[in-house]
């Protein structure tokens, strides 16, 4: 009867590969025994490795596979829990695994390698881990402008992924405070900074694992500050309403200005006009001044300038040389009074005559006396000038001195009983004046004729005035009898 075996072969027959086995014939009796032997060849296990897990960045395409397999066999075949492939193909132990999109937002994947060719063996397995971090991005910030009064400039970089760590650079000379490690950190200005105009500072991703490093840099423009100049303070002629300006604006990346002022009068073509020109009001006249300010525009990232410029208004003189005058011959001095105000208090007297100033020429009330040619020629005008008019110009006033030659009052009389019969003999003459010497009695005729009321000798007295205005006085006694008396002028006055 057959009865099935089981062989377990030892470790030594392992190792060697096979194993031979006799089956002899017992209870044979009579006859011999017989046999019959058996080879059986051992086929190893296969030993199958994956390789080590990996970690990989998020920017490498493929990632390197180095599987082995050894022992029943050295043919294998990669698999993917993922969605990757394998190059050249997935049977290459040493492909190369290349990775999709899935794969990264998964954060990793798990790569199987299976053994083949393995009878009478069953395959073998073994997985790889790769595991798939997010590469860093530094942003240093977008590039900004500054002004070069600015000691320091505020950073505010990031890192996504990595590390979230990062490391501050910098073309310039300037130092990061309180570290260039802080991504927050302040970039103070290097003294070559502003001369070069502009500076990089740039912003390297650390920590970063298998990534490589992510750099970005952000431009620092570094423009000067402009200088307003408004220009030097004026003194002008209230009279002078119209006031040329030349501001300048330097320094910096403007020369551009606007004009403003604290008065209320108006600038020309415009107040954008560094050589425009300022019409005062009439309250910024009558004020005494007026501030004008000059601001820089177009500054960028710079504070605006400011320089201002005071306009000061000096009152135009205005004077009063006097009314104009009638004199006589024989009036030698004339007393002046002129006055004057606005922006001085100091004139000076001239003459188109020949005649002199008493004291001086320079006293306001001073005395004109008149010379021979003066009286000769019947007039001179006195012209009075303001003096220390500073930025106005002078005023003047004309005095005429008209000088009329002065008449000879005369007359005759003859009394018939108590009427007195009076005849002109005055030259020449345009208006007459009598008084009869009684206290009561008078007339503007000029040939009167008067009736005493008493008899008596009386004073009659003869005022008579010419086209000049020059007046001339006589005087003579009468006497009033029941005869005619003729009385001759026997005194004068002058």
């Keep these: 009867m057959y009865k099935r075996q089981a062989y377990t072969p030892s470790p030594a027959e392992i190792s060697a590969g096979s194993v031979q086995l006799i089956f002899t014939s017992t209870n044979n009796g009579v006859c011999a025994a017989v046999k019959d032997t058996m080879a059986i060849s051992i086929k190893p296990e296969a030993i199958v490795n994956a390789g080590v897990n990996q970690t990989v960045c998020s920017s490498v395409s493929s990632v390197s596979l180095a599987g082995t397999i050894s022992g029943g066999t050295t043919t294998g075949q990669w698999s993917t829990l993922g969605s990757g492939s ?4 997935n049977t290459s132990l040493n492909a190369s695994y290349i990775l999709n999109a899935a794969d990264i937002a998964n954060g990793s994947v798990q790569l199987i390698l299976t053994s083949t060719n393995n009878s009478p063996c069953s395959s073998k397995q073994d997985t790889v881990r790769i595991s798939i971090t997010s590469g860093p991005l530094a942003f240093a910030g977008n ?38 490690t802080a991504l927050n950190a302040n970039y103070v200005l290097g003294t070559g900074d502003a001369t070069a105009g502009s500076v990089y500072i740039v912003l390297t991703s650390t920590n970063n694992g298998s990534c490589a490093a992510s750099t970005d840099s952000m431009k620092v423009t570094i423009t000067s500050p402009s200088i307003a100049n408004a220009g030097v303070d ?41 050589s ?52 006589c011959s024989g009036t030698n001095t004339i007393q002046l009074n002129a006055s004057i105000t606005g922006g001085t208090t100091t004139g000076a007297w001239t003459s188109t005559g020949s005649g002199s100033f008493s004291p001086n020429n320079t006293t306001l009330n001073a005395a004109y ?16 000038t303001s003096t220390n008019n500073g930025n106005c110009a002078a005023d003047k006033d004309t005095l005429n ?38 206290g009561a009695g008078s007339s ?25 205005g020059c007046s001339d006085t006589t005087f003579a006694t009468v006497t009033s009898v029941s005869y005619t008396h003729l009385t001759l002028p026997t005194n004068r006055e002058v």
Excluded: E, R
């Design 234 to 274: 004026q003194t002008t002629c209230g009279s002078n309403t119209i006031i040329n300006l030349n501001g300048n604006v330097s320094g910096g990346t403007t020369t551009t200005g606007l004009w403003s002022t604290l008065g209320s009068g108006s600038f020309s073509p415009g107040n954008t006009s560094l």
């Design 369 to 384: 006396v008149l010379s021979a040619a003066d009286v000769s020629s019947g007039s001179v005008q006195l012209i009075f």
């Design 444 to 468: 503007t005729q000029q040939n009167p004729v008067y009736i005493y009321n008493n008899s008596g000798t009386y004073t009659v007295t003869l005022i008579i005035q010419n086209t000049s």
């Design 143 to 180: 590039d900004v402008s500054i002004c070069a009064s600015n000691s320091a400039i505020g950073l505010n970089g990031t890192v996504n992924g990595g590390g979230g760590t990062g490391i501050w650079t910098s073309t310039g000379s300037g130092t990061f405070s309180p570290a260039n």
């Design 276 to 327: 425009a020109s300022y019409t005062a009001s009439s309250s910024d006249v009558s004020t005494g001044t007026v501030t004008l300010i000059l601001t820089t525009t177009n500054n960028a990232s710079c504070t605006a300038d400011k320089d201002t410029m005071t306009i000061l208004f000096t009152a135009q003189p205005q004077v009063f040389a006097g009314n104009n005058v009638v004199v």
């Design 86 to 89: 394998f190059n050249p193909n």
């Design 401 to 438: 001195i008209s000088i009329g030659t002065k008449p000879v009052a005369a007359f005759t009389s003859a009394t018939s009983g108590l009427t007195a019969t009076f005849t002109d003999q005055s030259s020449p003459a345009v208006s007459w004046l009598w008084t009869f010497g009684n």
